[in-house]
């Protein structure tokens, strides 16, 4: 990724504006801020995912990494637990992002932290592992800390009967139910009699809306452009077998297929739903296969000009491999290269 400070920094889908710049102290820079809408048929289904983030509360330098403990450089000023998730007292769940390096766009939820240091849970198949800190380095890669969207955060008080539907990362298999339904009130969510409005949505993951009005729904969501590549663990569950996983790419903008990073084995899929048609359940109308070097779709090469859009989410459906396996895809957005 480029250094921010020399960084040009436009895009269409919004007015944008930067200011400050990125400090080992408890200091915040502003990244651009952009708008997406998004429309939601009436009794249909969307697959979407979440293209904007909310803002960093807090960006610095690393200074020291021992096992998953990542210590900042210079004084934070943070408080004890100031990160950590309370039901009823402290709504936020937080995450910390390399920002640049290796391992640029690696998320990590955080579980604790004290006054210069966070605790977090890596995604599996991935590593903190060669993250530059200045205490080996001399130059510490850059973090940022940020919350997560929750249902309660990203569509508040949405319609009475308005479900979003989750999906699970360790589920073995293809063509996977939903592990998770949630429902509003038409003021806060819910799961049967569970209050959920802290329920996260993880930034790599789809979701999808169930629009069960009669009539459409319409949300905005207004949030900071993405400054960091886009990086994603994807993998089998099990030998021998194809693999689905709910995921989209984070970018406010279309991005062609082919500027993803998506495609790691010749046979993966991607399977694309039309947000624009009604109804639910629905199966994908466009399905591109990675031969290892292109996307097809059926036998035409589309690698450079099927465009994924901006908050919509796809079915990644990995070719099957001897054993279980991960691997790392990071790709930079186009308007960041």
Same mark, same amino acid.
């Given at each position: 990724?480029?250094? %921010? ?17 990125? !400090? ?9 801020? &952009? ?11 969307? !697959? ?47 995450? +910390? ?48 800390? +940020? ?17 979003? %539907? ?63 590549? /886009?990086?994603?663990?994807? &993998?089998?569950?099990? +030998? ?18 082919? /500027?993803?990073?998506? &495609? ?58 001897? !054993? ?5 895809? !990071? ?7």
């Amino acid at each position: 990724m480029k250094p %921010l400070s020399i960084m040009k920094k436009t895009i269409l889908a919004a007015a944008l504006a930067l200011v400050g710049s990125l !400090s080992c102290q408890a200091q915040v820079t502003t990244d651009p801020v &952009g708008f997406v809408s998004i429309t939601v048929l009436a009794k249909s289904d969307a !697959s979407l995912g979440v293209p904007l983030a909310r803002p960093n509360e807090f960006q610095g330098v690393v200074q020291s990494i021992s096992g998953n403990v990542i210590t900042l450089a210079g004084t934070p000023g943070w408080t004890a637990s100031q990160f950590v998730y309370v039901a009823g007292t402290q709504p936020k769940t937080y995450f +910390a992002r390399i920002d640049s390096g290796a391992n640029e766009g690696l998320i990590a939820t955080i579980t604790a932290n004290d006054t210069s240091s966070v605790t977090v849970t890596v995604p599996t198949g991935d590593s903190l592992s060669g993250i530059l800190t200045n205490a080996a380095n001399g130059t510490g890669d850059t973090i940022s800390i +940020a919350p997560y969207w929750t249902l309660g955060t990203l569509i508040p008080g949405a319609a009475a009967g308005t479900q979003v %539907l989750l999906y699970s990362t360790t589920q073995a298999g293809i063509n996977l139910s939903a592990s998770a339904i949630y429902f509003s009130n038409g003021t806060d969510w819910y799961q049967n009699a569970t209050l959920s409005d802290d329920v996260i949505l993880v930034a790599s993951q789809g979701f999808t809306l169930r629009n069960n009005t009669v009539n459409p729904i319409t949300f905005s969501i207004t949030g900071s452009v993405p400054m960091a590549t /886009n990086r994603l663990v994807v &993998g089998t569950l099990a +030998a021998s077998k194809q693999q689905d996983q709910r995921i989209f790419f984070n970018s406010p903008v279309p991005e062609y297929v082919g /500027n993803t990073g998506l &495609g790691t084995s010749p046979g993966d899929q991607l399977l694309i739903f039309n947000n624009s048609l009604s109804g639910e359940n629905q199966s994908a109308n466009v399905i591109l296969v990675w031969t290892g070097s292109k996307w097809n779709n059926g036998g035409t090469d589309v690698t450079n000009t099927y465009q994924l859009q901006p908050g919509s989410s796809y079915v990644l459906r990995k070719a099957p491999s001897a !054993s279980p396996s991960t691997v790392v895809t !990071s790709h930079l957005q186009s308007y960041l290269q």
